[in-house]
């Protein structure tokens, strides 16, 4: 059965870069199967996708994050990757990372809680 | 703002029926692409609950269902129970700018 963990720091400081990584176990992250991608959902907000990376290495960001965004897969760890760079308080979100099909996410970690503060 | 329009809140009864409707434009649902909704129970991670408009994962109770008409969706939920009361949200992909998936944002569902 396919389980996602998220970890990374739980504080980030505003200007600096945010990084997450997602473990992966019960399927190898080198499956042509599916996508793998990050979800961020801001205090009593709403859900927002990030982006998301095929085993090939083909990445997709929202255009609105475009600028600041890498997600990268360590296939040797079986973990894939969140970096946000030059991040502000607006970026404080419970982050998920998800697989699944393309076009949608059927597998999710329990999220991670990023705050952004000085 | 969302490019997927759902109703803030929904109510019902128990053993009632509520609809959550998701409406695009000609760049996401209306371009043909699927529709896909998500349960968020307080405090956990989402959960597939429909996807490619009205297909459901194997453990989905049959009182979920979801449809799609033009540019909008639905979800529908009949014999409504006390632990349906979650947020939903319907997904999809837009193809404006570079493309992208997009969620709705949100329909709180409450359970009188």
């Known amino acids: 059965q396919l389980q996602l963990q998220e970890s990374g720091p739980g504080l980030v400081k505003p200007s600096e870069t945010l990084s997450l990584t997602c473990t992966v176990s019960?399927?190898?992250?080198?499956?042509?199967?599916?996508?793998w991608g990050w979800i961020r959902q801001p205090p009593g907000k709403g859900l927002e996708w990030i982006g998301s990376?095929?085993?090939?290495?083909?990445?997709y960001y929202i255009p609105s994050l475009k600028s600041r965004v890498t997600i990268s897969v360590d296939t040797s760890k079986n973990q894939f990757s969140l970096k946000l760079n030059s991040v502000t308080a607006a970026d404080t979100a419970v982050y998920y990372c998800?697989?699944?099909?393309?076009?949608?996410?059927?597998?999710w970690g329990q999220g991670t809680l990023v705050t952004v503060s000085s | 703002q969302s490019v997927l329009t759902q109703p803030p809140s929904v109510s019902g009864a128990p053993g009632q029926r509520v609809t959550v409707s998701c409406t695009g434009s000609?760049?996401?649902?209306?371009?043909?692409?699927?529709v896909h909704w998500y349960q968020q129970l307080p405090g956990t991670a989402p959960k597939l609950l429909i996807y490619?408009?009205?297909n459901r994962p194997s453990g989905v109770p049959d009182r979920f269902s979801g449809s799609k008409s033009g540019a909008s969706a639905s979800l529908a939920i009949t014999g409504l129970q006390a632990e349906d009361e979650a947020d939903y949200y319907c997904?999809?992909?837009?193809?404006?700018?570079?493309?992208?998936?997009?969620f709705g944002g949100g329909t709180k569902l409450t359970v009188l």
């Open positions: 000609s760049s996401n649902i209306g371009a043909g692409y699927d």
């Open positions: 997904q999809s992909y837009d193809s404006s700018l570079s493309g992208y998936w997009v």
């Open positions: 019960g399927v190898s992250i080198s499956s042509n199967t599916y996508y």
């Open positions: 990376i095929y085993y090939s290495g083909s990445t």
């Open positions: 998800a697989s699944g099909p393309p076009g949608f996410f059927d597998s």
């Open positions: 490619g408009n009205s």
